[in-house]
């Protein structure tokens, strides 16, 4: 490239950049409301439950705090948990007691966990210390029917306005998604199972 | 419901859930190579680097050690890297020194400052005490031309091979995708942006 042409292509792109950071700085200036948001990661794809961790990790770097419901308890103890539990001045964590479903095979005991653990989501929701709420896998408890949809989508409407709650789970139902101020759908572009290989430590759990 | 059809019922689903976990166990039992993964967090919705944040939060939990190169620096201070600076003995971080690109105006100084950003990240993803290596944003970095791709690709395919790797950043190159054995789209189903709200503390930084 001769050096004409590449302080006219620096000019171009200088340009360029200009007028981008001009676009978002107009952008930026136009949103002004603070809300509490609902947010609901779904899909079929890794990273929702990962995403709400990370919101999570976010949090806690502002030193705000949190609250977690984990409606699905896996097999494997998971990172984030044990992770979470070392800041108990900071995250009130609360897991349902069972495995779930195919795990415990019994639907009244599941749907009993799923009630506690909802009744416990419905106290965080009004709680004024928080800043955020995870309901972890709320969406699989929904689509087994464990809890009546209208009394979920109720307690969401009501939760205390400035809060940030976050749903996660496969499956969200329609309602729900209506309801939402964010979506996020993570979809499986590439997965390794395909190839054999296992969930493993520090990323599948 | 009488009760001779609730008592069906019940039997129905333990059958149905009997199923579901002997085919989940099956599955697991088949999956057993361990393998270090690379992993790619693309699409133009939320959650691509906070699934990251997510990934890091499960390894600290683990107390396994993490590195972390941020290509892109915002104009706030986030969250997540207040936190992961707390931990100093368990996560290495390194963020590409200015703003980027609509913020700097400076193309020069943006490919040397990715230039010095990507030659940490190939001596993280060569360290052996690390358990994984999150390299945020660099599909930003790759999308400008500010990184030759094929040299990205060789380091990626040449990391130390029990590492796992986390690319993040819309507009992943379709030769990234190809080599990676974990891609997840994060797809926009919905924005608060729309309405006015603005990017939140705790949710968007």
Redesign the interface.
Known sequence: MSEGSEVRD?AA??EK??R??AA?DR??A??????G?L?????T???K??????????????G?KLGVVQFVKGRRE???????ERFPELVTIKVMGEGF???T????RDIAAARAAFEEAKRMMQAPEL??VILDELNIVLRYDYLPLDEVLEALATKRPDL?VVVTGRNAKPEL?EA??????????????R?????????E?
Do not use: N
């Open positions: 620096e792109h200088r950049m200009a981008i950071k978002k952008l930026y136009s949103k002004t409301k603070e809300k948001l947010i609901v990661h779904t899909g794809g890794k990273g439950s990962t995403a709400a961790w990370g919101l999570a990790m976010r949090c806690l770097g502002h705000l998971p990172g984030e948990r044990k992770f979470l479903t195919w795990e095979q019994d639907r009244e800043h955020m940030h998604i939402a101020d964010l979506v996020t759908e993570m979809r499986l572009v590439k997965h390794p199972f190839e054999g290989v296992k969930g493993q430590l520090g990323v759990f």
